[in-house]
Protein backbone atom coordinates (compact mmCIF):
# COMPACT_ATOMS: atom_id res chain seq x y z
CA UNK A 1 0.00 0.00 0.00
CA UNK A 2 1.02 3.80 -0.12
CA UNK A 3 1.07 6.48 1.63
CA UNK A 4 -0.29 10.01 0.19
CA UNK A 5 1.49 13.20 0.94
CA UNK A 6 -0.09 16.61 0.44
CA UNK A 7 2.13 19.64 1.34
CA UNK A 8 0.05 22.77 1.81
CA UNK A 9 2.96 25.04 1.95
CA UNK A 10 4.47 23.85 -1.58
CA UNK A 11 1.02 22.74 -3.02
CA UNK A 12 2.31 19.52 -3.69
CA UNK A 13 0.96 16.15 -3.85
CA UNK A 14 2.90 13.08 -4.04
CA UNK A 15 2.12 9.24 -3.52
CA UNK A 16 4.81 6.90 -2.23
CA UNK A 17 5.37 3.64 -1.24
CA UNK A 18 4.34 3.32 2.35
CA UNK A 19 7.85 2.39 4.30
CA UNK A 20 8.07 -1.37 5.45
CA UNK A 21 8.39 -0.61 9.17
CA UNK A 22 4.68 0.50 9.12
CA UNK A 23 3.73 -2.79 7.90
CA UNK A 24 2.22 -3.68 10.77
CA UNK A 25 0.27 -0.75 11.72
CA UNK A 26 -2.58 1.28 10.91
CA UNK A 27 -5.42 3.48 12.47
CA UNK A 28 -4.43 4.66 15.89
CA UNK A 29 -1.34 3.10 16.07
CA UNK A 30 0.37 4.03 12.69
CA UNK A 31 -0.65 8.00 13.68
CA UNK A 32 1.48 7.55 17.00
CA UNK A 33 4.63 6.46 15.00
CA UNK A 34 4.27 9.36 12.26
CA UNK A 35 3.61 11.61 15.11
CA UNK A 36 6.79 9.91 17.01
CA UNK A 37 9.22 10.20 14.20
CA UNK A 38 7.86 13.49 12.17
CA UNK A 39 6.10 16.07 14.51
CA UNK A 40 8.33 18.16 16.91
CA UNK A 41 6.16 17.57 20.26
CA UNK A 42 6.79 20.93 21.34
CA UNK A 43 5.57 22.29 18.10
CA UNK A 44 2.34 24.80 18.01
CA UNK A 45 -0.79 22.89 16.97
CA UNK A 46 -2.66 25.54 14.72
CA UNK A 47 1.07 26.10 13.08
CA UNK A 48 3.08 24.41 10.02
CA UNK A 49 4.73 21.66 11.68
CA UNK A 50 1.88 19.59 12.84
CA UNK A 51 0.48 16.87 10.89
CA UNK A 52 -2.88 16.13 10.32
CA UNK A 53 -3.04 12.10 9.24
CA UNK A 54 -6.11 10.06 8.33
CA UNK A 55 -5.02 6.37 8.80
CA UNK A 56 -7.69 3.36 7.76
CA UNK A 57 -6.98 0.56 10.26
CA UNK A 58 -5.26 -2.86 9.87
CA UNK A 59 -8.79 -4.37 8.19
CA UNK A 60 -10.14 -1.37 7.15
CA UNK A 61 -11.40 -1.92 3.57
CA UNK A 62 -11.74 -5.51 3.30
CA UNK A 63 -15.58 -6.34 4.29
CA UNK A 64 -15.00 -6.73 7.81
CA UNK A 65 -18.16 -5.68 9.70
CA UNK A 66 -17.36 -2.68 11.99
CA UNK A 67 -14.26 -2.47 10.20
CA UNK A 68 -14.22 0.84 8.42
CA UNK A 69 -13.28 3.23 10.90
CA UNK A 70 -10.95 6.01 9.73
CA UNK A 71 -8.56 7.24 12.29
CA UNK A 72 -7.24 11.05 12.49
CA UNK A 73 -4.38 12.04 14.34
CA UNK A 74 -2.46 15.57 15.07
CA UNK A 75 -0.83 17.09 18.29
CA UNK A 76 -4.19 18.64 19.42
CA UNK A 77 -4.97 22.39 19.85
CA UNK A 78 -7.43 21.52 22.62
CA UNK A 79 -5.40 19.21 24.76
CA UNK A 80 -1.33 19.99 23.72
CA UNK A 81 -0.93 15.99 23.79
CA UNK A 82 -1.31 13.37 20.84
CA UNK A 83 -4.14 12.65 20.10
CA UNK A 84 -6.35 10.14 17.45
CA UNK A 85 -10.25 10.68 17.30
CA UNK A 86 -12.18 8.07 14.89
CA UNK A 87 -14.64 7.78 12.97
CA UNK A 88 -17.58 6.06 11.18
CA UNK A 89 -18.89 6.31 7.78
CA UNK A 90 -17.62 5.83 4.13
CA UNK A 91 -14.10 7.55 4.13
CA UNK A 92 -12.37 5.18 6.28
CA UNK A 93 -13.06 2.17 3.67
CA UNK A 94 -12.92 4.56 0.63
CA UNK A 95 -9.38 5.67 1.02
CA UNK A 96 -8.15 1.66 2.45
CA UNK A 97 -9.93 0.91 -0.84
CA UNK A 98 -7.89 3.28 -3.15
CA UNK A 99 -4.74 1.73 -1.98
CA UNK A 100 -3.63 4.51 0.75
CA UNK A 101 -2.49 3.13 4.56
CA UNK A 102 -2.20 7.16 5.19
CA UNK A 103 -2.43 10.45 4.40
CA UNK A 104 -0.96 12.60 5.65
CA UNK A 105 -1.57 16.98 5.37
CA UNK A 106 1.80 18.45 6.07
CA UNK A 107 2.47 22.21 6.32
CA UNK A 108 -0.03 25.49 5.75
CA UNK A 109 -1.15 27.61 2.52
CA UNK A 110 0.85 30.07 3.74
CA UNK A 111 -0.78 33.28 1.57
CA UNK A 112 -4.09 32.23 3.30
CA UNK A 113 -5.91 30.91 0.34
CA UNK A 114 -8.36 27.89 0.81
CA UNK A 115 -8.11 23.98 -0.61
CA UNK A 116 -10.70 21.03 -1.28
CA UNK A 117 -8.40 17.71 -1.49
CA UNK A 118 -9.53 15.86 -4.58
CA UNK A 119 -8.77 12.06 -4.46
CA UNK A 120 -9.42 9.02 -7.18
CA UNK A 121 -7.80 6.15 -7.90
CA UNK A 122 -6.00 7.85 -10.89
CA UNK A 123 -5.46 11.22 -9.68
CA UNK A 124 -5.56 13.58 -6.31
CA UNK A 125 -5.35 17.31 -6.82
CA UNK A 126 -5.64 20.57 -4.63
CA UNK A 127 -8.55 22.44 -5.59
CA UNK A 128 -9.69 25.99 -4.67
CA UNK A 129 -12.18 26.05 -1.86
CA UNK A 130 -13.48 29.84 -2.00
CA UNK A 131 -17.16 28.49 -2.91
CA UNK A 132 -16.96 25.92 -0.05
CA UNK A 133 -15.36 27.65 2.45
CA UNK A 134 -17.72 30.03 5.00
CA UNK A 135 -20.28 27.14 4.50
CA UNK A 136 -21.82 24.99 7.35
CA UNK A 137 -20.99 20.99 6.99
CA UNK A 138 -24.46 20.27 5.70
CA UNK A 139 -23.94 22.88 2.98
CA UNK A 140 -20.68 22.08 1.99
CA UNK A 141 -21.21 18.33 1.93
CA UNK A 142 -24.36 18.99 -0.29
CA UNK A 143 -22.54 21.15 -2.93
CA UNK A 144 -19.76 19.07 -2.97
CA UNK A 145 -21.86 15.70 -3.40
CA UNK A 146 -23.84 17.78 -6.14
CA UNK A 147 -20.35 18.86 -7.93
CA UNK A 148 -18.39 15.52 -7.23
CA UNK A 149 -21.18 12.61 -7.44
CA UNK A 150 -23.82 11.31 -4.94
CA UNK A 151 -20.97 8.55 -4.24
CA UNK A 152 -18.10 10.58 -3.29
CA UNK A 153 -17.42 9.99 0.37
CA UNK A 154 -16.59 13.60 2.30
CA UNK A 155 -15.01 14.48 4.94
CA UNK A 156 -15.04 18.52 5.84
CA UNK A 157 -14.97 20.78 8.65
CA UNK A 158 -17.46 23.98 9.43
CA UNK A 159 -17.04 27.36 10.66
CA UNK A 160 -15.35 26.96 13.79
CA UNK A 161 -12.95 24.49 12.59
CA UNK A 162 -12.21 27.71 9.99
CA UNK A 163 -11.85 29.72 12.70
CA UNK A 164 -8.83 27.26 14.19
CA UNK A 165 -11.42 26.96 17.13
CA UNK A 166 -10.38 23.90 19.34
CA UNK A 167 -13.75 22.31 19.85
CA UNK A 168 -14.06 21.86 16.32
CA UNK A 169 -14.76 18.47 14.73
CA UNK A 170 -14.12 16.90 11.03
CA UNK A 171 -17.13 15.54 9.78
CA UNK A 172 -17.69 12.36 7.67
CA UNK A 173 -20.49 11.51 5.26
CA UNK A 174 -22.19 7.90 5.57
CA UNK A 175 -23.18 5.38 3.35
CA UNK A 176 -26.69 7.78 2.31
CA UNK A 177 -24.11 10.90 1.85
CA UNK A 178 -25.44 12.45 5.07
CA UNK A 179 -22.27 14.11 7.35
CA UNK A 180 -23.74 11.94 9.96
CA UNK A 181 -20.48 10.74 11.52
CA UNK A 182 -17.12 12.66 12.91
CA UNK A 183 -13.88 12.62 14.39
CA UNK A 184 -15.06 14.71 17.34
CA UNK A 185 -12.47 15.10 20.01
CA UNK A 186 -9.55 17.08 20.70
CA UNK A 187 -9.85 19.96 18.26
CA UNK A 188 -8.73 18.13 14.95
CA UNK A 189 -11.26 20.57 12.66
CA UNK A 190 -9.19 23.66 14.19
CA UNK A 191 -5.90 21.67 13.16
CA UNK A 192 -7.13 21.37 9.47
CA UNK A 193 -8.54 25.12 9.33
CA UNK A 194 -5.44 25.98 10.25
CA UNK A 195 -3.63 24.14 7.02
CA UNK A 196 -6.65 25.76 4.68
CA UNK A 197 -8.04 22.21 4.07
CA UNK A 198 -11.86 23.01 3.71
CA UNK A 199 -12.72 19.47 2.83
CA UNK A 200 -11.46 15.93 1.46
CA UNK A 201 -13.42 14.33 -1.26
CA UNK A 202 -12.74 10.65 -2.24
CA UNK A 203 -14.76 9.26 -5.51
CA UNK A 204 -15.89 6.04 -5.10
CA UNK A 205 -13.26 3.46 -5.49
CA UNK A 206 -15.71 0.84 -6.95
CA UNK A 207 -15.29 -2.15 -4.54
CA UNK A 208 -15.99 -2.54 -0.66
CA UNK A 209 -12.91 -4.77 -0.97
CA UNK A 210 -10.26 -3.67 -2.67
CA UNK A 211 -7.69 -3.66 -0.15
CA UNK A 212 -5.31 -6.63 -0.77
CA UNK A 213 -5.12 -9.02 1.90
CA UNK A 214 -1.81 -11.99 2.03
CA UNK A 215 -4.36 -15.42 2.20
CA UNK A 216 -7.68 -14.57 0.66
CA UNK A 217 -8.74 -17.70 1.19
CA UNK A 218 -7.92 -17.88 5.06
CA UNK A 219 -9.06 -14.61 5.53
CA UNK A 220 -12.77 -15.39 4.45
CA UNK A 221 -12.83 -18.37 6.79
CA UNK A 222 -11.42 -15.99 9.30
CA UNK A 223 -14.47 -13.08 8.60
CA UNK A 224 -17.12 -15.89 8.37
CA UNK A 225 -16.04 -16.41 11.91
CA UNK A 226 -15.92 -13.37 13.46
CA UNK A 227 -19.35 -12.53 11.40
CA UNK A 228 -20.52 -15.62 13.19
CA UNK A 229 -19.56 -14.69 16.69
CA UNK A 230 -21.33 -11.24 16.32
CA UNK A 231 -24.39 -12.77 15.11
CA UNK A 232 -24.52 -14.92 18.19
CA UNK A 233 -23.29 -12.08 20.62
CA UNK A 234 -26.44 -10.60 22.86
CA UNK A 235 -25.22 -6.89 22.64
CA UNK A 236 -23.91 -6.79 19.51
CA UNK A 237 -27.22 -8.74 17.37
CA UNK A 238 -30.39 -7.55 19.56
CA UNK A 239 -29.05 -4.38 21.90
CA UNK A 240 -27.03 -2.24 19.87
CA UNK A 241 -29.27 -2.30 16.76
CA UNK A 242 -32.43 -1.66 18.77
CA UNK A 243 -31.52 0.80 21.28
CA UNK A 244 -27.89 2.22 20.22
CA UNK A 245 -25.77 3.45 23.06
CA UNK A 246 -28.68 4.95 24.67
CA UNK A 247 -29.21 1.82 26.71
CA UNK A 248 -26.62 2.41 29.00
CA UNK A 249 -29.08 5.45 30.44
CA UNK A 250 -31.11 2.91 32.97
CA UNK A 251 -27.44 1.45 34.64
CA UNK A 252 -25.88 5.10 34.33
CA UNK A 253 -28.50 6.74 36.48
CA UNK A 254 -28.92 3.39 38.57
CA UNK A 255 -25.26 3.92 39.93
CA UNK A 256 -25.65 7.96 40.20
CA UNK A 257 -23.27 8.37 37.35
CA UNK A 258 -24.83 11.30 35.47
CA UNK A 259 -23.03 14.52 35.03
CA UNK A 260 -26.05 16.40 36.57
CA UNK A 261 -25.77 20.08 36.50
CA UNK A 262 -22.37 20.25 36.09
CA UNK A 263 -21.12 17.38 37.96
CA UNK A 264 -23.21 18.12 41.16
CA UNK A 265 -25.62 15.48 41.29
CA UNK A 266 -25.56 11.41 39.51
CA UNK A 267 -29.08 11.42 39.31
CA UNK A 268 -31.94 12.78 36.86
CA UNK A 269 -35.87 12.13 38.11
CA UNK A 270 -36.94 12.98 34.34
CA UNK A 271 -35.35 9.55 32.98
CA UNK A 272 -38.12 8.20 31.49
CA UNK A 273 -38.49 11.35 29.36
CA UNK A 274 -35.03 10.74 28.07
CA UNK A 275 -34.19 7.12 28.09
CA UNK A 276 -33.28 4.97 25.55
CA UNK A 277 -36.44 3.83 25.90
CA UNK A 278 -38.15 6.82 25.43
CA UNK A 279 -35.80 7.11 22.28
CA UNK A 280 -36.85 4.34 20.60
CA UNK A 281 -40.66 4.78 21.18
CA UNK A 282 -40.05 7.99 19.72
CA UNK A 283 -38.76 7.02 16.74
CA UNK A 284 -41.10 4.22 15.80
CA UNK A 285 -43.84 6.12 16.44
CA UNK A 286 -43.15 8.64 13.90
CA UNK A 287 -42.13 6.28 11.33
CA UNK A 288 -41.20 8.42 7.82
CA UNK A 289 -37.22 8.88 8.22
CA UNK A 290 -36.85 7.70 11.35
CA UNK A 291 -34.65 4.50 11.91
CA UNK A 292 -33.63 2.96 15.12
CA UNK A 293 -31.42 0.38 13.77
CA UNK A 294 -29.12 2.29 10.79
CA UNK A 295 -25.64 1.54 9.57
CA UNK A 296 -22.74 3.76 10.11
CA UNK A 297 -20.40 1.82 7.56
CA UNK A 298 -21.01 0.21 4.92
CA UNK A 299 -21.61 -3.52 5.34
CA UNK A 300 -21.76 -3.24 9.40
CA UNK A 301 -24.67 -5.60 10.78
CA UNK A 302 -24.70 -4.56 14.34
CA UNK A 303 -26.19 -1.15 13.06
CA UNK A 304 -25.75 1.15 16.19
CA UNK A 305 -26.86 3.97 14.74
CA UNK A 306 -30.02 6.20 14.64
CA UNK A 307 -32.24 8.77 12.56
CA UNK A 308 -34.43 10.73 14.38
CA UNK A 309 -37.49 11.90 13.07
CA UNK A 310 -39.59 15.57 13.83
CA UNK A 311 -43.18 15.05 13.97
CA UNK A 312 -43.68 15.22 10.60
CA UNK A 313 -41.06 12.46 9.82
CA UNK A 314 -38.62 13.93 8.50
CA UNK A 315 -35.03 13.67 9.53
CA UNK A 316 -34.38 15.91 12.65
CA UNK A 317 -30.90 14.39 13.50
CA UNK A 318 -28.62 11.02 13.40
CA UNK A 319 -27.10 10.12 15.38
CA UNK A 320 -28.25 10.49 19.00
CA UNK A 321 -26.04 8.73 21.29
CA UNK A 322 -25.85 8.53 24.85
CA UNK A 323 -23.46 11.22 25.17
CA UNK A 324 -25.56 13.84 23.53
CA UNK A 325 -27.80 12.68 25.71
CA UNK A 326 -26.25 12.60 28.78
CA UNK A 327 -24.53 16.06 28.33
CA UNK A 328 -28.04 18.12 26.95
CA UNK A 329 -30.40 16.27 28.74
CA UNK A 330 -28.45 15.34 32.19
CA UNK A 331 -26.00 17.88 32.45
CA UNK A 332 -27.90 20.81 31.17
CA UNK A 333 -31.53 19.56 32.77
CA UNK A 334 -33.18 19.66 29.01
CA UNK A 335 -36.25 16.88 29.25
CA UNK A 336 -37.29 17.57 25.42
CA UNK A 337 -36.17 14.32 22.51
CA UNK A 338 -36.51 17.02 20.01
CA UNK A 339 -34.63 19.44 22.22
CA UNK A 340 -31.53 17.60 22.55
CA UNK A 341 -31.60 16.06 18.85
CA UNK A 342 -31.75 19.71 17.61
CA UNK A 343 -29.16 20.65 19.93
CA UNK A 344 -27.10 17.67 18.57
CA UNK A 345 -27.80 18.18 14.78
CA UNK A 346 -26.63 22.42 15.01
CA UNK A 347 -23.13 21.07 16.37
CA UNK A 348 -22.84 18.56 13.71
CA UNK A 349 -23.68 21.25 11.23
CA UNK A 350 -21.76 24.51 12.90
CA UNK A 351 -18.83 21.34 13.55
CA UNK A 352 -18.62 20.87 17.14
CA UNK A 353 -17.44 17.70 19.32
CA UNK A 354 -21.04 17.26 20.93
CA UNK A 355 -19.44 16.03 24.60
CA UNK A 356 -17.11 19.60 24.94
CA UNK A 357 -19.77 21.50 23.88
CA UNK A 358 -22.50 19.98 26.03
CA UNK A 359 -19.71 20.33 29.23
CA UNK A 360 -19.35 24.04 28.10
CA UNK A 361 -23.13 24.91 28.42
CA UNK A 362 -23.04 23.53 31.67
CA UNK A 363 -20.40 25.61 32.75
CA UNK A 364 -22.09 28.23 31.02
CA UNK A 365 -25.13 27.80 33.26
CA UNK A 366 -22.85 27.96 35.91
CA UNK A 367 -21.75 31.60 34.66
CA UNK A 368 -25.46 32.73 34.65
CA UNK A 369 -25.65 33.15 30.83
CA UNK A 370 -28.42 30.49 31.26
CA UNK A 371 -31.02 28.52 33.21
CA UNK A 372 -30.90 24.75 33.78
CA UNK A 373 -34.37 23.31 31.36
CA UNK A 374 -33.49 26.46 29.02
CA UNK A 375 -33.15 24.86 25.83
CA UNK A 376 -33.93 27.30 23.70
CA UNK A 377 -31.28 29.36 25.73
CA UNK A 378 -28.80 26.67 24.49
CA UNK A 379 -30.23 27.08 21.15
CA UNK A 380 -29.32 30.83 21.05
CA UNK A 381 -25.81 30.26 22.48
CA UNK A 382 -24.94 27.93 19.41
CA UNK A 383 -26.28 30.12 17.59
CA UNK A 384 -23.40 32.70 18.50
CA UNK A 385 -20.93 29.79 17.62
CA UNK A 386 -22.49 30.01 14.08
CA UNK A 387 -22.42 33.49 13.94
CA UNK A 388 -18.61 33.61 14.93
CA UNK A 389 -19.07 36.16 17.66
CA UNK A 390 -16.92 37.23 20.34
CA UNK A 391 -19.01 34.97 22.61
CA UNK A 392 -19.45 32.34 19.96
CA UNK A 393 -15.94 31.97 19.12
CA UNK A 394 -14.99 31.39 23.36
CA UNK A 395 -17.80 28.72 23.39
CA UNK A 396 -16.11 26.83 20.53
CA UNK A 397 -12.69 27.32 22.55
CA UNK A 398 -13.49 24.66 24.83
CA UNK A 399 -14.53 23.79 28.29
CA UNK A 400 -11.45 24.81 30.35
CA UNK A 401 -10.62 27.95 28.46
CA UNK A 402 -14.56 28.96 28.42
CA UNK A 403 -15.00 28.21 32.11
CA UNK A 404 -11.93 29.94 32.98
CA UNK A 405 -12.60 33.44 31.28
CA UNK A 406 -15.97 33.07 33.10
CA UNK A 407 -14.26 32.96 36.67
CA UNK A 408 -16.42 28.95 37.05
CA UNK A 409 -14.09 26.86 39.70
CA UNK A 410 -15.81 23.67 38.92
CA UNK A 411 -14.72 22.63 35.18
CA UNK A 412 -14.89 19.19 34.29
CA UNK A 413 -11.97 18.41 32.19
CA UNK A 414 -8.31 16.93 31.87
CA UNK A 415 -5.54 18.17 30.11
CA UNK A 416 -7.78 20.60 28.83
CA UNK A 417 -10.31 17.99 27.30
CA UNK A 418 -14.21 17.85 28.70
CA UNK A 419 -15.04 14.62 30.09
CA UNK A 420 -17.63 12.86 28.39
CA UNK A 421 -21.19 11.89 30.17
CA UNK A 422 -20.29 9.84 32.82
CA UNK A 423 -18.92 11.22 36.95
CA UNK A 424 -15.95 9.87 38.00
CA UNK A 425 -16.93 9.14 41.36
CA UNK A 426 -19.65 7.06 40.49
CA UNK A 427 -17.37 4.81 37.84
CA UNK A 428 -14.16 4.77 39.10
CA UNK A 429 -12.30 2.75 36.74
CA UNK A 430 -13.16 5.04 33.92
CA UNK A 431 -12.25 7.88 36.23
CA UNK A 432 -8.66 6.17 35.82
CA UNK A 433 -8.73 6.01 32.23
CA UNK A 434 -10.09 10.14 31.72
CA UNK A 435 -7.17 10.59 34.43
CA UNK A 436 -4.66 9.10 32.45
CA UNK A 437 -5.14 8.48 29.10
CA UNK A 438 -2.48 9.68 26.48
CA UNK A 439 -5.67 11.35 24.62
CA UNK A 440 -6.36 13.69 27.60
CA UNK A 441 -10.30 12.71 29.39
CA UNK A 442 -11.50 10.59 26.97
CA UNK A 443 -13.75 8.03 27.77
CA UNK A 444 -13.20 5.50 24.17
CA UNK A 445 -9.59 5.26 25.58
CA UNK A 446 -10.75 2.61 28.00
CA UNK A 447 -14.66 2.18 28.89
CA UNK A 448 -14.25 -0.19 31.92
CA UNK A 449 -18.01 0.03 32.85
CA UNK A 450 -19.27 -4.18 32.55
CA UNK A 451 -16.90 -5.57 34.79
CA UNK A 452 -17.30 -7.34 37.93
CA UNK A 453 -16.26 -4.42 40.04
CA UNK A 454 -18.18 -2.60 42.21
CA UNK A 455 -17.64 0.81 40.11
CA UNK A 456 -18.31 2.94 43.33
CA UNK A 457 -15.19 1.27 45.07
CA UNK A 458 -11.37 2.24 44.60
CA UNK A 459 -9.85 -1.12 44.47
CA UNK A 460 -8.78 -2.88 41.41
CA UNK A 461 -9.57 -0.06 39.57
CA UNK A 462 -6.33 0.68 38.12
CA UNK A 463 -5.70 -2.15 36.91
CA UNK A 464 -9.15 -2.31 35.14
CA UNK A 465 -8.50 1.13 33.23
CA UNK A 466 -4.83 -0.43 32.27
CA UNK A 467 -6.57 -3.42 30.66
CA UNK A 468 -9.24 -1.92 29.05
CA UNK A 469 -6.85 1.41 27.59
CA UNK A 470 -4.52 -1.44 26.14
CA UNK A 471 -7.01 -3.25 24.60
CA UNK A 472 -8.95 0.09 23.28
CA UNK A 473 -5.58 1.03 21.60
CA UNK A 474 -5.22 -2.02 19.79
CA UNK A 475 -8.80 -2.15 18.12
CA UNK A 476 -8.63 1.63 17.25
CA UNK A 477 -5.55 0.07 15.15
CA UNK A 478 -7.51 -2.48 13.79
CA UNK A 479 -10.15 0.25 12.40
CA UNK A 480 -12.92 -1.68 14.30
CA UNK A 481 -15.86 -0.33 15.83
CA UNK A 482 -15.03 -0.52 19.87
CA UNK A 483 -18.67 -2.24 19.93
CA UNK A 484 -17.22 -5.61 18.78
CA UNK A 485 -15.29 -5.57 21.80
CA UNK A 486 -17.91 -7.59 23.55
CA UNK A 487 -17.02 -10.44 21.16
CA UNK A 488 -13.11 -9.57 20.30
CA UNK A 489 -12.54 -9.04 23.99
CA UNK A 490 -13.05 -12.56 24.99
CA UNK A 491 -11.94 -14.21 21.65
CA UNK A 492 -8.87 -12.74 20.61
CA UNK A 493 -8.21 -15.56 18.33
CA UNK A 494 -10.82 -14.06 15.77
CA UNK A 495 -9.07 -11.11 15.17
CA UNK A 496 -5.74 -12.39 15.63
CA UNK A 497 -6.78 -15.07 12.64
CA UNK A 498 -7.72 -12.36 10.50
CA UNK A 499 -4.81 -10.27 11.04
CA UNK A 500 -2.06 -12.93 9.64
CA UNK A 501 -4.52 -13.96 7.17
CA UNK A 502 -4.83 -10.26 6.17
CA UNK A 503 -0.98 -9.05 6.38
CA UNK A 504 0.51 -12.02 6.44
CA UNK A 505 2.47 -14.20 9.59
CA UNK A 506 4.44 -11.57 12.01
CA UNK A 507 3.47 -9.00 10.25
CA UNK A 508 1.67 -7.47 13.23
CA UNK A 509 1.85 -7.47 16.58
CA UNK A 510 -1.03 -9.88 18.50
CA UNK A 511 -3.80 -8.68 19.99
CA UNK A 512 -4.47 -7.07 22.19
CA UNK A 513 -1.58 -7.16 24.87
CA UNK A 514 1.72 -6.64 22.68
CA UNK A 515 -0.18 -4.49 19.93
CA UNK A 516 -1.90 -2.38 22.45
CA UNK A 517 0.77 -1.55 24.79
CA UNK A 518 2.76 -0.86 22.40
CA UNK A 519 1.01 1.79 20.86
CA UNK A 520 0.25 3.32 24.71
CA UNK A 521 4.21 3.66 25.14
CA UNK A 522 4.42 5.55 22.08
CA UNK A 523 2.01 8.17 22.44
CA UNK A 524 3.25 8.44 26.16
CA UNK A 525 6.76 8.99 24.45
CA UNK A 526 5.18 11.68 22.79
CA UNK A 527 3.62 13.09 25.27
CA UNK A 528 6.48 13.13 27.91
CA UNK A 529 8.76 14.72 24.87
CA UNK A 530 5.64 17.43 24.96
CA UNK A 531 6.28 18.32 28.32
CA UNK A 532 3.87 15.97 30.19
CA UNK A 533 4.59 13.91 32.96
CA UNK A 534 2.73 12.19 35.74
CA UNK A 535 1.69 15.03 37.27
CA UNK A 536 -1.25 15.75 34.39
CA UNK A 537 -2.61 12.56 34.97
CA UNK A 538 -5.16 13.83 37.36
CA UNK A 539 -8.94 14.52 37.52
CA UNK A 540 -9.59 18.07 38.80
CA UNK A 541 -9.67 18.38 42.95
CA UNK A 542 -13.43 18.78 43.05
CA UNK A 543 -14.26 15.04 42.38
CA UNK A 544 -11.91 14.06 45.10
CA UNK A 545 -13.17 16.87 47.44
CA UNK A 546 -17.18 17.16 46.78
CA UNK A 547 -19.53 14.44 47.53
CA UNK A 548 -21.61 12.97 44.84
CA UNK A 549 -25.46 12.62 45.61
CA UNK A 550 -27.47 10.27 46.00
CA UNK A 551 -24.52 8.29 47.47
CA UNK A 552 -22.03 10.93 48.31
CA UNK A 553 -19.34 9.50 46.36
CA UNK A 554 -15.53 11.17 45.94
CA UNK A 555 -13.02 9.64 43.85
CA UNK A 556 -10.62 7.81 46.15
CA UNK A 557 -8.09 5.84 43.98
CA UNK A 558 -4.99 6.39 45.08
CA UNK A 559 -2.88 8.77 42.49
CA UNK A 560 0.56 6.75 43.54
CA UNK A 561 -1.32 3.95 42.32
CA UNK A 562 -2.54 5.81 39.04
CA UNK A 563 1.12 7.12 38.67
CA UNK A 564 2.02 3.87 38.07
CA UNK A 565 -0.64 2.74 35.38
CA UNK A 566 1.50 1.95 32.55
CA UNK A 567 4.32 0.20 34.11
CA UNK A 568 3.66 -2.73 32.05
CA UNK A 569 6.57 -4.98 33.07
Same mark, same amino acid.
Given at each position: ??????????????????????????????????????????????????????????????????????????????????????????????????????????????????????????????????????????????????????????????????????????????????????????????????????????????????????????????????????????????????????????????????????????????????????????????????????????????????????????????????????????????????????????????????????????????????????????????? *? @????? +? !???? &? %???? #????????????????????????????????????????????????????????????????????????????????????????????????????????????????? *? @????? +? !???? &? %???? #?????????????????????????????????????????
Amino acid at each position: MEVLRVDLTNLGVRREPAPLEWAGWGGRGLIGRILRAEVPPTCDPLERPNMLIFAPGLLTGRGVSAGDRLSVGAKSPLTGTIKESNTGGNPGGSLACLGLKALIVEGTDLFGKTHILHLDKDRAELLPAEDCWGLSIFEACARLRERFGKKAAVLCIGPTGERRLPNSIIAATDQEGYPSRSASRGGLGAVMGAKGLKAIVIQDPGSRRAAPVADPAAFRRAVRAYHQSLADEYFTSKIFPEMGTAFVMENVNHHGAFPCKNYTCGTISHLDKISGKALRELILSRGGEGRTAHVCMPGCTIRSSNVVADAQGKRLTSTLQYEAMGEFGANLGIEDLDAIARLNEMCNDIGLDVIETGATLGVAIEAGLLEYGDASGAIRLLD *E @ARSGT +V !LGRL &L %ASGT #ATFGRVMGVRRLPVVKGQAIAAYDPRAYKGLGVTLATSPQGADHTAGYPLYSPLDPHQPEGQVALSREVQVLRAANDTLGLCSFVLAVTGPEPELVNDMLTSAHGPNVCLPFP *E @ALGQE +V !LRTE &L %AFNR #AAGFTPAHDRLPEFFRDEKLPPFDLVFDVPQEEMARIFEFG
